[in-house]
Nanobody, 121 residues
Framework: QVQLAESGGGLVQPGGSLRLSCAAS????????MGWYRQAPGKQRELVAS???????DYADSVKGRFTISRENAKNTVYLQMDSLKPEDTAVYYC???????????????WGQGTQVTVSS
């Protein structure tokens, strides 16, 4: 079994910054692609940023130049640095990871529990 634990959400003023973290633990052989999604009230969940095991990144157009995704493989952790935050960034942010299980060697898709980010003055 694998768990994803997110942290770093909160309330911030427009123009401010937050850093989200997501640590994976459990029966992990290898972390493959990892990403951050968000879901605002009344909207569908959308991909914010992703990073491959080799470090290749991709971003939604709405966050390019403001958000940075990174990973620390030794700690099984992915980060999302969010700068120049806007009210429209307000959402619940979810961590996602494709993980090869250490015992079965099968790849499973895992989600974190979500962390609230609110951008408001």
């Amino acid at each position: 079994q694998v768990q994803l634990a997110e942290s770093g959400g909160g309330l911030v003023q427009p123009g401010g910054s937050l850093r989200l973290s997501c640590a994976a633990s459990g029966s992990i052989y290898r972390l493959n692609n990892m990403g951050w999604y968000r879901q605002a009230p009344g909207k569908q969940r959308e991909l914010v940023a992703s990073i491959t095991s080799g470090g290749t990144t991709d971003y939604a157009d709405s966050v390019k130049g403001r958000f940075t995704i990174s990973r620390e493989n030794a700690k099984n952790t992915v980060y999302l640095q969010m700068d120049s935050l806007k009210p429209e960034d307000t959402a619940v942010y979810y961590c996602n990871a494709d993980i090869r299980d250490r015992r079965t060697f099968r790849v499973w898709d895992y989600w974190g529990q979500g962390t609230q980010v609110t951008v408001s003055s």
